[in-house]
């Protein structure tokens, strides 16, 4: 019984904790101050992002885009060496925002992947 | 007796957890540096765009617009849509003060479908190039060639300077062949390389 409570006590942090981000609209999923060729990360699945968006420390060659659920396809990527850089699915399907940098960079202070739902 | 207060100690511990969880959640969020402000979001959505060139409806795809964006939060964006009005909008931003990040030309690649060369279905080249670029050069995975049209528009200036836009949309057939563009190259009036970007295409 008290292993029980435990567990539901941990669920609802965590949920909580999720659910207060998430709530904001633009949720950051993946950060780093340094990045190499092939590094990046990816949101949850969610059917409500529409927007995949990376804010950048400096003009590095960098990839946002959608991964489906199904054949993990990618959707409406961009490629680019903007230090905003941002794209739009506006699709139902269930789905997870990615992003990833081509290149070494370190920009001192944090490039930040972010979704919005 | 026991039971209401058990019951009582346990909403309250729901409630403590919610709270901390919240409290957790926004920690958690400040972690991230660097994410765009609530005045830079709100420009994106409310500043005016200007259509600085055109992408010609091609093989049962829609025509699109090339989109420059002056930001009053200091940022010239440079946009892929289907219209000026459209909201979803792909490419991206640069301080109006060096909109091509340090580069001659700078340029936004988006496409649907891959990551495999032969599953991209659309897929379009927007730019935009220092006066020095004469011309604008993309070099296909087939060691081929193709020159894309640039236009310089009044619109297209920020306290940097004046600019050329470009956009192009690769044929679907391209693709199927897995044929990719690997780079785009810029060229001064003279012919001479000023500058080259990789597009991941082809290694």
Same mark, same amino acid.
């Not at chain 2, 765009?49 to 617009?65: C, T």
């Given at each position: ?19 207060? $981000? ?19 990360? @990816?949101?949850?699945? @969610? ?69 919005? $739902? | ?35 765009? @402000? ?37 940022? %010239? ?41 032969? $599953? ?23 060691? @081929? %060639? ?41 060229? $001064? ?15």
């Amino acid at each position: 019984m008290p292993m029980r409570r435990l567990i539901c006590a941990i669920a609802i942090f965590v949920v909580t904790m999720f659910a207060s $981000n998430a709530w904001a609209g633009s949720v950051p999923y993946y950060s780093s101050k340094w990045w190499t060729p092939g590094m990046g990360g @990816s949101s949850a699945f @969610s059917s409500s992002w529409w927007q995949s968006g990376f804010a950048k420390a400096g003009g590095f060659d960098t990839t946002v885009t959608f991964i489906d659920n199904t054949g993990y396809n990618w959707h409406a990527t961009v490629r680019g060496w903007a230090t905003w850089q941002h794209t739009h699915w506006l699709s139902s399907d269930v789905k997870k925002a990615h992003c990833r940098s081509n290149v070494s960079f370190n920009g001192g202070i944090s490039s930040t992947c972010v979704a919005s $739902n | 007796m026991l039971k209401k207060s058990n019951t009582r100690r346990w909403l309250a511990l729901i409630v403590a957890l919610a709270v901390a969880g919240i409290f957790a959640g926004g920690v958690v969020g400040g972690l991230f540096d660097g994410l765009p @402000s609530e005045d830079f979001e709100a420009s994106l959505r409310d500043d005016a765009v200007v259509r600085v060139a055109d992408i010609p409806a091609q093989e049962g795809l829609p025509a699109r617009s090339v989109l420059v964006q002056p930001t009053s939060t200091g940022f %010239l964006c440079l946009w892929d849509a289907a219209t000026s009005a459209s909201e979803s909008k792909q490419g991206g931003c640069n301080s109006a003060a060096d909109p091509l990040g340090g580069r001659k030309f700078t340029i936004s690649l988006a496409y649907e479908g891959g990551p495999a060369t032969r $599953n991209v279905s659309d897929a379009r080249l927007i730019g935009l190039a220092s006066l020095e670029v004469a011309s604008i050069r993309v070099l296909m995975t087939d060691g @081929s %060639l193709r020159s894309i049209p640039m236009r310089r528009d009044v619109a297209v200036a920020s306290e940097a300077g004046s600019f050329r836009a470009f956009g192009y949309r690769f044929p679907r057939s391209d693709f199927k062949r897995g044929l990719g563009p690997t780079a785009v190259i810029g060229l $001064n009036a003279r012919g001479t390389e000023v500058e080259r970007l990789t597009t991941g295409f082809g290694g």
